[in-house]
Structure formats: structure tokens, C-alpha cells
């Protein structure tokens, strides 16, 4: 869900801040920083971000507690001009592909006008009926602000968008010195604890050592092509079709709950049920309840065996003393 609603409000911010823009397009590369930050709520360990024109590289390690158990996050991830690596450094196992944001920009400016007003209508209708289904008609995409802090020596301007807040760095807006929030029950913050602004250190964009990066031949070779499909199905009356249909079941199934008196979203009593279900589910240790069952079963067998000693014992002991016989 966070993902959706994620996409929903930046894909609808980007159309309403370049509608006549290349979307796709990449931001002027020109801001050179390294961020490192903590990871605090269900999500503990350290991440940082680094920028150095057109390369960015981000690193986080971690865990995550589900299930009674903590994960472990180890993964790293850098974007340059022309390619995207990510990798897993306790597998230490890691992919190559082509960026596919400027090839992407480049299909886009090969549209013609009509496939161009096209495939911004679409993405801003897609945005839309994300915000519908997920109830959030009055969600201010822009965000509210919420006022400035310092963080880690600089400062920044923290605004509200529904569950998340973000606190944008004022000399670099491009910079999130802390992004927070809750979805149901699984919390998040990542603060910075240090800014660097200018050339990062050239360790930040190493590759690390030991990591295997393997290629899909499919993807390098096929990559424009690729690129080329995605913008055009995205500008495309098939879409656009596919759209209005999903909003039209989308407003039935809203009319007919509120018809049923069934509340379109969640209250706040259901909300807190939820919270403490899935706290629960975050703490139980399936391993720990399968020991501790298995120990009574073994203690009850124990019990068990220790009683039929005992009765067999006593049982012998009343064969051997006999009634004494009176004449």
C-alpha cells in the first residue's frame, strides 16, 4: 500500500509541476553532497546518499522485525548517466542494467503533440484514482507545511504529505534530512546525522568489493526498444481506455458501500485493531511458540512415564508384602 500511495502522490506532483514538461526528463545535474543517516522505528540500522552530478549512490544496512525474527538489510544501489547497478552485499550477489529514465525522456520527446497531451492525461488520471482508492480525495500533494528544524547543522522545511513527512533541505531541496511515517502498524524514520555539501568522497561511489554483477542480455541489447514500448503504452487510447474503466467499477464500488452503509474507510477504533494485530504478528516468534510446545510435549511425555514408573514400582512393591494369614 505504501508503494501506491507513494507512486500516486509523486506521479500526480510531477504532471502538476511540468505539465507541458518532458516528465521523464532528469533533473539538472548539478548537486554534489553525501548524507548519512539512522534508521529508527521497526527499521533500525544506518543508510547514507551521495550525489555527485549525474551519479547517485545509496547504501543501507539494517533490520526489520517480523514474525518474533530480524531480518537482515544490506543493499547497495548506484545510478549513473547511462546505467543502474544494485546489489546485495551479504550475498554478495548484484545486477547491471541500462537507466532507463533518459531513454525513456528521448521516447517521450519522439511522441507526436497528441501523444504527448495523451500520456500526461493518463498518468494524472492514474494518479487520481490511486488517490480514490485509497481515500485520499483531500490529500494536498504539494504537502502542508509543517514549519523548518535544524537537522544535522542545516536547515530544513518539513512538509506533510498524508502519513509521510518530509523534511527538504533549504539550500538543497533535492536532500531529505528526515523522511517519516506510519502505514497501519510498521513506522519509519530516517534522520541525517552529518551533510557534506560539495564533492563527496570518492569511496561512496566504489563498487563493493567481493560483489558479482551479472547482465540481462535481454534488457542492454533491447533497452531503447523497451523504452520506446513503455512510453507508448503509457500514451496510448489503450490506456486511456483501460483507465476510465477501472474509474467507473472503482466509483460503483464506492457508491455501492456507502448504499450498504458500509464505511469507505477504515475508523480510528479499527485502525488501533489493526495497529495491535499487526504489532502482534511483528512480535510472534513462531520458532519460540513450536520450542516451547515441543518442551511441554516432551515434559507431559516425561510426567507420563515417570507416573507409570511409579505405579508399575508400586504395583511390585504390593506383590511382594503379602497379608499376613491368621489361623
Known sequence: MRGFILAAAAGAAAISAASAQNPFKPPKANLKAEVNYELTGDSKGTALTAFDGDRYVSREEGTTKMLGKETKTNSWT?????????????????????????????????????????LHTNMKEMAGMMQKAFSLDNLNLEGDKLGEKTIAGELCEERQVGPFSVCSMKKAPRLALETKGEIVCF??????????????????????????????PELNQHADSMARGMIG??????????????KSELAAAQTKAQADGKPTELTKEQKEQVK????????????????????????????????????????????????????
Open 187 to 216: 513506522s519509519f524514520n530516517r534522520t541525517a546525522t552529518s551533510v557534506k555539501l560539495g564533492s563527496p568522497s570518492a569511496a561512496a561511489f566504489e563498487k563493493p568489493a567481493g560483489v558479482v554483477f551479472s547482465m540481462d
Open 233 to 246: 503504452y503509457l500514451a496510448s487510447q489503450q490506456l486511456a481506455d483501460s483507465i476510465a474503466k477501472a
Open 276 to 327: 495491535a494485530a499487526c504489532e502482534m504478528v511483528k512480535n510472534f516468534d513462531l520458532g519460540k511458540v513450536m520450542a516451547n510446545a515441543g518442551n511441554q510435549m516432551l515434559k507431559g511425555l516425561g510426567n507420563a512415564a515417570l507416573e507409570s514408573g511409579k505405579q508399575a514400582g508400586m504395583n511390585k512393591l504390593k506383590g511382594l508384602i503379602k497379608k499376613p494369614k491368621f489361623p
Open 78 to 118: 548506484m545510478i549513473t548517466a547511462d546505467s543502474m547497478y544494485t546489489a546485495d552485499l551479504e550475498k554478495k550477489k548484484g545486477t547491471q542494467a541500462p537507466n532507463m529514465l533518459p531513454l525513456m525522456a528521448k521516447a517521450y520527446d519522439d511522441l507526436d503533440g497528441a501523444g504527448k497531451t495523451r
